[in-house]
């Protein structure tokens, strides 16, 4: 069981936004703003998308998004392309011994 | 270009010992923690440990603590993941990554990754 809480699954259609959540607690998520989130392709190696809650790497497109609110953090992704389909992970700093935990994961479904 | 190398599959008998290495080049290996993520089969991504290139110094997820070991040449620009006693459930793919660093230091998030290594133990 992850220590992060992810939806297994979303879905949208091309054009539309979507939303994926994760919850964490007080310890990881909602007490410091050293929140990550991965693109992940089957086969590859995951890529960040954004990190420390709402920076984006360079190149990264600014149709994705993250914000914070309490122990839940999200990642919208806006103008959804088919390319966007793959498995969606966020990762939070945390301050019991392991430093970084990680969600179980989410599969965005471009219908 | 900024980018990791990691060693090729391995096959492990259970209750052996596997070391993957993981080379850098691009970026000055010193200035950034290394970090090693392992997903399994149809799992999630799983965090293991951290070692910092400029020292040496190490945390390790507290699941691994006493069969975890992660080091660093700095003169080839390498890090080391080596993981003893494996048993089946250690069957996974295993990945280095370079960590962000932000003005506080390591951010705890990943910007490079390396192509992953699987590593299958079988009897």
């Known amino acids: 069981q992850s220590a992060l809480t992810q939806p297994a699954s979303v879905s949208g259609s091309p054009g539309q936004s979507i939303a994926i959540s994760c919850t964490g607690t007080s310890s990881d998520v909602g007490g410091y703003n050293f929140v990550s989130w991965y693109q992940h392709h089957p086969g590859k190696a995951p890529k960040l998308m954004i990190y420390?809650?709402?920076i984006r790497p360079s190149g990264i497109s600014s149709r994705f998004s993250g914000s914070k609110s309490g122990n839940t953090a999200s990642l919208t992704i806006s103008g959804l392309q088919a390319e966007d389909e793959a498995d969606y992970y966020c990762?939070?700093?945390?301050?019991?011994?392991?430093?970084?935990?990680f969600g179980g994961g989410t599969k965005l479904t471009v219908l | 270009q900024v980018q990791l190398v990691q060693s090729g599959a391995e096959v492990q008998r259970p209750r052996a010992s596997v070391k993957v290495s993981c080379k850098a080049s691009g970026y000055i290996f010193t200035g950034y923690y290394m970090h090693w993520v392992r997903q399994a089969p149809g799992q999630g991504l799983e965090w293991m440990g951290r070692i910092n290139p400029n020292g040496g110094d190490t945390s390790y997820a507290q699941k691994f603590q006493g069969r975890l070991t992660m080091t660093r040449d700095t003169s080839i620009s390498t890090g080391y993941m080596e993981l003893t006693r494996l048993s089946f459930d250690d069957m996974a793919v295993y990945y280095c990554a370079r960590a962000v660093k932000g003005s506080t230091g390591d951010v705890c998030a990943f910007d490079i990754w390396g192509q992953g290594t699987m590593v299958t133990v079988s009897p």
């Open positions: 990762g939070s700093y945390t301050s019991t011994n392991t430093l970084v935990v």
């Open positions: 420390e809650v709402t």
